[in-house]
C-alpha cells in the first residue's frame, strides 16, 4: 500500500510538472515573414525606441540616485545600467527573429520555456506595467506640487494625514490617485491616443532636456566643478567628492537606474516591420541606448555639477535648479514641459496593461472574467478597471523610491529570463524558428543513440560531437544550463553579500578570503560554460543572432543578479509576496483552465495547435508596444477582438 501511494505521488507530481513546461509550438510557416508589411527604416526604428524609453524616468531618476545612492557619480549608474540593458536588448532581438509571432517577452516565454515560465514572466510584466503606470502617476503629482503649488500639498498632508508606517508613503497621495482613475475612465470609453499630440509632447520633451544637458555647462563656467569635489566636512551624507558612498553606491544606483532603460524593447518586437532587420535591428538599439545614455547622464551631470548632492530634492530635481539659481520664469517652463511629457509617458504605460491581462486571461492562465470584451466599447472593460485602479492604490499608498526599486527587479528578472531562453533555446532538438531560417547544411549526427554518460564522457574527452543536438544533449545541456545559472547567482551573491564591491573595503582582512571564494565559483563556472561549449548547438540562419553563447547569456544573468542583489530587503519581500499570489493563482486556477490543458482534454496535441498560435487575441500582443509609439491606432487592436 506505501509503494503504491509512493507511485502515484511519483506520477501526480510528474503529470503537474509536464503541464508546467507544455508550450505551444508556432509553425514554420513561410508566409508569416511576409505578411507584414516592411516600411520601418533604421532612422524610424531608432526613434521609436527613443520615444518609448525617454520617458518619466529622466524626470525621476537622476536626483533620486544622486542624493540616496551615487552622488555625481551617478553618471556611472547610468553606464553600468545602459550596459546591462544593452545586452538584453540583444536578447530580444535574437527572439524578435526567431519567433514570427513576434510580441511581449510573455509570448516568447511561452513558445519557449513553457506555461509556468510564461506566466512568471507575464505576471511579472503585470507587475511592470501597474507599477510604472503608478510611479509615473506619482512623479507627476510631486512635480505639479513642487513646481504649481509650491509643496503646499504635500505640507497639508503630511500635517492632517500622515502615514506612520516605513513600508508605505509618507502620506496619501490623492492627486495621482485621481489622475490614474481619469486616465483609466478615458481608455474605458476607449479614447485614443493622438499620434499627433504625441510626437508634439516628444519634441518638446527633448527640448527641455536638451536645456537641461546646456545648463549643466553654463553651470561648469560659472562655479567649475565645485560639487564635484565637495570635502567631507562640506556634506551631510556621504563623503564627499565624485563617489561619495564608495563603487556600491554606484551600483546600487545602477539596480534604480533601470527604470530608465524600460522600452527599449520595442525595437525587437518590431523586427517583423524592418526594411533590412539584420543590420537594422542591432543598429537601432544600440543607437536608442546611446542616444537615451547621453540623455539621462547630460540630466544627471547638470544636476550635480549645479547643486551639491545632498542638497538636490530627489522628488523634482530639475525644477529645483532654475529655482536655486534665480531663474523662477525658467523654472515655470521646465516644470511644464515635464508634467506633459509625465502625462503622456503614463497614458502609454496603462495603455498595454489591461491588454496583458487580456491575453493571459484569455489563453486560460488567469481568471476567464478578465477576458471580457465590451461590446458597445471594444475594450477589454474588466481588465482596464482592474489594473487601473491596482495602480491607482499604489500610488496611493507606496512612495515613489520604493515604486521605482519595484520596477527595477522586475525588469531585471525579465531580462535574465530572455536571456535564459535564448540560451536554451541554442541547444534545443525542436525550437520556434520560421522556415526562412532553416539551415540547408550537411547534418553530422554523431549522438543518435548516445546514452546520456556516452554523451557527458564525449564532452569530458573533447570528441567531435557533431553538428545536431540530441534529446540526451538537450537534457544535458538544460543541466548545465541550470548550474551555470546558479553559479552566476552565487557569484553576484558574493560580490554583494561581502562588500567585495565597496572601494572603502579593499583594505579589509577579509577581502583575501571573499577573493578566493569568488575566484573558485568562478573557475567553476567557467568550466560549465566550456563544458556548454562542447555541446552542438542547432543551427538556424535567424536575421539576427547573439554571439558569445554560451558566456554573454550567463555574464548579463550575473549583472542582473548584481543590481538585483542591490536593491533593499522590502522590495524583495514586495516581491516575493506579489509571485506567491501569481503562484497560487496558476496553481489553484491556470493549470487547470489553459487553453493547452482544454486541448488535452479534448485529445488534441496542443503543441501542434495551429488555431491557439494564430488566435487574433494573441496578436494583442503586439499591438499596445505600437500603440503607445502612436504606429498604429486603437481600432486595429478592435478588430481582433
Known sequence: ???????????????ISMKMVRRPEIEADVEVASQLNRTLTTFQLTMLGVGSTLGAGIYVIAGMVAYNDAGPSTILSFLFA????????????????????????????YTSIGELGGFILGWTMIMQYVIGSASGAKAMSQYFDKAVLRGHLQSFLLEHMAINNKFLAPYP??????????????????????????????????CVITFVCCFGFYAVARIGLTNWTLKPTEVTVGSGGFMPFGFSGVVAGASICF??????????????EVKNPTSAIPIATILCIAIC???????????????????????????QIFREWGLPWVEKVVSAGAICALTTSLFGSLFPMPRIIYSMAHDGILFHFLARISSARKTPTIATWVSGLLAATLALIIDLPSLVDMLSIGTLLSYSMVAISVLVLRYRVQAPCPAYAVSSHTKVDKLEGKAFSQVLTMVLTCKNMGTEPSKVSEMLSGFLIFVSVFGAFACAAVCVWTEFLNKDMLDDVSLPIDAAVLSFVAALEVILLVMLTRLPQKRVN???????????????????????????????????????????????YGIRHSRLEKLMDQGEDPTQSKDFVDSGEESLLNKPIFLNAGIISEDEIDSHT
Open 1 to 15: 500500500m506505501p509503494r503504491r501511494c509512493c507511485r502515484s505521488f511519483r506520477a501526480s507530481i510528474r503529470k
Open 82 to 109: 545602459a550596459l546591462a540593458s544593452l545586452l538584453a536588448g540583444f536578447f530580444y532581438a535574437e527572439f524578435g527573429s526567431r519567433v514570427p509571432k513576434s510580441g511581449s517577452a510573455y509570448t516568447y516565454i
Open 173 to 206: 497621495d490623492f492627486l495621482s490617485f485621481a489622475v490614474i482613475v481619469l486616465l483609466t475612465v478615458l481608455l474605458w470609453w476607449g479614447v485614443k491616443e493622438s499620434t499627433l499630440a504625441t510626437n508634439i509632447l516628444t519634441i518638446l520633451n527633448i
Open 259 to 272: 527604470y530608465a532603460f524600460i522600452g527599449f524593447d520595442v525595437i525587437a518586437t518590431a523586427g517583423e
Open 293 to 319: 545614455t547621453f540623455a539621462y547622464i547630460g540630466v544627471s551631470a547638470s544636476c550635480t555639477l549645479s547643486l551639491p548632492y545632498d542638497k538636490i530634492d530627489p522628488s523634482a530635481p530639475i525644477p
Open 542 to 588: 535567424l536575421r539576427f543572432q547573439v554571439w558569445g553563447i554560451p558566456f554573454l547569456p550567463v555574464l548579463t544573468v550575473w549583472l542582473n543578479m548584481i543590481f538585483m542583489l542591490e536593491l533593499p530587503i522590502k522590495i524583495w519581500i514586495y516581491f516575493l509576496v506579489w509571485l506567491a499570489i501569481g503562484c497560487t493563482i496558476y496553481f489553484g
